[in-house]
């Protein structure tokens, strides 16, 4: 078993749509969550960063970490074409530099 | 946020040869810098710690050999890729820490453009 699994896609939306894309993962010392955003032949660009549980929400982007589910979700609400994009899900440790990431999710939003 | 800067974005070399790849970190300190490979619709490999003043660590299966890191300042580390072959050709991204004084680490990692290598 994967440490973070991440759905792979692709996940195709129309424009305007609610998106929702999600991780989970078997390490339960994992503390803090980072979403990244990856467009083609680009490094990846971080989005999100949630510590420990709960919500945080900027602009049209939303991210949620269930730690009792070991669960986190990355919601983009009315999305947009500029937002196709690989979406890498990333966490760590307490006190370890090393960041585990997820396979990451494909999205493409059609115009 | 911080911004990192790889250079060159891409490059292109014969087998046998040796390319350098540049990482710094532009406006913070990070003593810290990690080293990523990734290929065509596949997530970050991690392949070695880069550490200020020391050496680096390699995660396993990446040959320290091969794959030579220096981070000779807070602000620079660099890998160099010994005797390419055609199976090195790769992305390879690198990503830091704000380690600066008084930061605490909150565990953010911001990351380079990347850089495209192909190995004829």
């Known amino acids: 078993q994967k440490e973070v699994e991440q759905d792979p896609g692709p996940l195709s939306v129309p424009e305007g749509a609610i998106v929702s894309l999600n991780c989970t993962y078997s390490?339960?010392?994992?503390?803090?969550f980072m979403w990244y955003r990856q467009y083609s032949r680009k490094g990846p660009e971080l989005l999100m960063y949630t510590y420990s549980s709960g919500n945080k929400e900027d602009g049209r982007f939303t991210a949620q970490v269930d730690k009792s589910s070991k669960y986190i979700s990355l919601f983009i609400r009315d999305s947009q074409p500029s937002d196709s994009a690989t979406y890498l899900c990333a966490m760590g440790g307490p006190y370890g530099n090393k960041l585990v990431f997820g396979a990451g999710t494909i999205l493409r939003v059609k115009s | 946020g911080a911004v990192v800067s790889q250079h060159p974005s891409w490059v292109i070399c014969k087998s046998g040869t040796s390319v350098k790849i540049e990482c710094r970190s532009l406006d913070f300190q990070a003593t810290t810098m990690f080293w990523y490979r990734q290929f065509p619709k596949q997530s970050l490999m991690l392949m070695a710690t880069s550490n200020e003043g020391s050496k680096a660590t390699y995660e396993q299966g990446v040959e320290k050999d091969k794959f030579l890191i220096n981070h000779a300042s807070l602000t620079l580390s660099t890998l160099t890729v010994t005797s390419a072959h055609p199976e090195d050709s790769s992305f390879y991204i690198c990503?830091?820490?704000?380690?600066?004084?008084?930061?605490?680490?909150?565990?953010?990692?911001?990351f380079g453009e990347g850089s495209r290598l192909t190995v004829l």
């Open positions: 990503s830091a820490r704000d380690t600066g004084q008084g930061k605490p680490n909150t565990g953010e990692l911001f």
């Open positions: 390490n339960s010392a994992f503390q803090y």
